[in-house]
């Protein structure tokens, strides 16, 4: 399949992997075929003449896909039917390779598109490539085989290297990672799909001092920077890491038309900003804001920010966002959401790029850390948390599959000078983002994630929560779980009295005589604990144990006992 085809056609996707989300209606397949050729049409009528080019983010100095996957070349053409021929050379010049073909009919009238899909190569493998049509050519120079890794979300996926806590030092020794490249989208939306991006804010550049922390883009995404510098520590291999990103931005905007329409989401509504977010926002020069308020309209992301990425050869995604869903018009819908963009991204990358992408590449995300000063609402980023992991308290998990993610409720930084909910602790959730992704996107052994109970039940002593053999279990504090009480319905603070390396025990009499306990919950609040102090993390890594929710069944006795291995709906 030719990518002209893939960028007019993309693929509609049939299922989402959480249709049990409470609530949730589907859109008719009629219906999304109508919003979609209005907005492709919309598309048409705004796209103006092109001239013969790569698309914008194909450059010198850039990381293309290496083997098993094959790197996906493309740009545009007015000359429909014109013949171009690529031309590969590696450097030091061993090896030339030879492609050719013609100009297809693109997305719009006088927009033509040529394609190739090279062959595999190795990692660190150095080339130069010449795209030539007619009498005009091009040549990208010192382009190196890697993995390449899109970095996207809001202003703490925005938030850069020199804002962070030890950002200076990052920015000393960027220089001391050449192969490690980066790519900054710079902020655009639009109301229909675009073929190419509108601009380019940083261009393919090795890292150093200048391009990590003094560019044109003044400074590149923490979280995307750090996670990129420890897979390319740990994989000895070239990374590229094309960071696409807006602060205050809703999940509904980087989403396609069709991922919403599955999950219900057909009108628009104010975003509900946290009050943190606001207060620093306002604090801000006008230029400054802009930066972040992004845009809260469907789609208008996905059209300016990531479809004309689409075509390009990647080997996984991570994500930072959900603050600004947190309101209650859209959290409720975000256990849909969220997945659903996922599938989306996975389905139309992997159809737009000749399947050279997979249909089910690694993507990963930090689970929101603390905002307002502990312990804050149990609502709103708690009900974030648990839907960014589709109600299940974990990831990878059968609504999730290849998800890994980095939990940072125990990261407040009620100080920041970007607003309490911009913590700096970025290099926490850069390593905890990379010790998950090299377990599940890279398949290497060992412990990835903080403990997760397996089961309970209730002795004499107390309700003792086991969680298994998998982690050995650092107790910290005694403080972080609540039993809930049926009569009336309310969640009570229950201490560990007790610990193991594999249980905690927790005081059981905490109800009303005669009162049932129907549910137990862990790390339930908006900002559950101090710095690196939460109740339960792992002996290897120091990992926390994510925040989680069970409700209870019982025994023959009317014992109540938790399960961990189903959805749990709040």
Known sequence: MKLHVALVTLLFILTVGHSKAKGIHKMKVEDERIIYERRMEESRSKVGAVTFAFAKHFQTHMVLQKAPQRANIYGFSPTIGQKVTLQLNTVPATHSYNYETTVHQGPAAGVGVWNFVLDPFAPSTVVTIKVTAGAASHTISDVIFGDVWICSGQSNMEMTVIQIDGGAQEIANAHNYPNIRLFTVNRAESTAPQYDLIRVAEAWSKADNNSVGHGAWSYFSAVCWLFGKDIHIARKYPIGLVATDWGGTP???????????????????????????????????????????????????????????????????????????????????????????????????????????????????????????????????????????????????PDLQNVFMAVAIDLPDFNSTYGTVHPRYKKDIGTRLSISALAVAYHQS??????????????????VVDYGNTWRLDVRIPDGFELQCASPSRWVHTP???????????????????????????????SPCALHKCAIYETSKSLPGPPFVSYADFDAFGNPYFTFDRPQYV
């Not at 992997?350 to 307002?372: D, E, H, I, R």
């Not at 060992?446 to 309700?463: D, M």
């Open 251 to 397: 999940v509904r905007a980087w989403s396609s038309p069709q991922a919403l329409a599955k999950c219900g989401v057909h009108d628009e509504h104010a975003l509900i900003q946290p009050y943190s977010f606001d207060n620093y926002v306002d604090q801000l020069p006008e230029k400054e804001k802009h930066r972040l308020q992004g845009p809260g309209n469907s789609s208008v992301l996905w059209n300016a920010m990531i479809h004309p990425l689409l075509g390009m050869t990647i080997y996984g995604a991570i994500w930072y966002q959900g603050e600004s869903d947190s309101g209650v018009t859209t959290r409720v819908k975000y256990n849909c959401t969220f997945p659903a963009m996922i599938q989306d991204w996975r389905a139309n990358f992997n159809k737009a790029s000749n399947g050279q992408t997979s249909a089910s590449f690694p993507f990963g995300f930090v689970q929101l850390a603390p905002n307002s000063p502990s312990p804050g609402s149990t609502s709103g980023f708690t009900d974030i948390r648990w839907h960014q992991t589709a109600d299940r308290g974990y990831v990878p998990n």
């Open 446 to 463: 060992g412990i990835f994630q903080g403990p997760l109970p397996t089961g309970s039940h209730k002795t004499a002593a107390g309700l």
């Open 496 to 526: 560990i009295i007790a610990h193991t390396t594999t249980t905690v025990t927790l005081k059981y009499d905490v109800c009303h005589t005669g009162e049932k306990v129907t549910g137990l919950r862990y790390a339930w609040s908006e």
